[in-house]
């Protein structure tokens, strides 16, 4: 089990940047393929990156592919995502998560979730 906290949320105008961090506990953190998701009120949460544990190869949804970084500090137990030209679309809570599977990118694929940051971004 991996105990997961975000920081970095905020409110930042169209255009900005924001880089979000998450801690984990847990000795076998590099293990574990780490992945964002964000949710809005209504809405089903979605799949934002994630990052392999070995190898840390990276996956991106077309939405936020080539405004968002995701990244990993295997010795610091921390995982980032800089986003980049953000959008009022690109408002929500973000949550970090923690899957066994390397190719993770749904929902019920991840089984340790962080409490979520809140992202807003203004027009």
């Known amino acids: 089990q991996v105990q997961l906290v975000e920081s970095g949320g905020g409110l930042v105008q169209a255009g900005g940047s924001l880089r979000l961090a998450c801690a984990a506990s847990?000795?076998?953190?590099?293990?574990?393929?780490l992945g964002w998701f964000r949710q809005v009120p209504g809405k089903e949460r979605e799949f934002v990156a994630r990052?392999?544990?070995?190898?840390?190869?990276?996956y991106y949804a077309i939405s936020v592919k080539g405004r968002f970084t995701i990244s990993r500090d295997n010795a610091k137990n921390q995982v980032y995502l800089q986003m980049n030209n953000l959008k009022p679309e690109d408002t929500a809570v973000y949550y970090c998560?923690?899957?066994?599977?390397?190719?993770?990118?749904?929902?019920?694929?991840?089984?340790?979730w962080g409490q979520g940051t809140q992202v807003t971004v203004s027009s």
């Open positions: 998560a923690a899957a066994r599977a390397p190719l993770a990118s749904q929902v019920d694929e991840y089984a340790d």
């Open positions: 847990g000795r076998t953190f590099a293990a574990y393929t």
């Open positions: 990052i392999t544990g070995i190898g840390q190869m990276t």
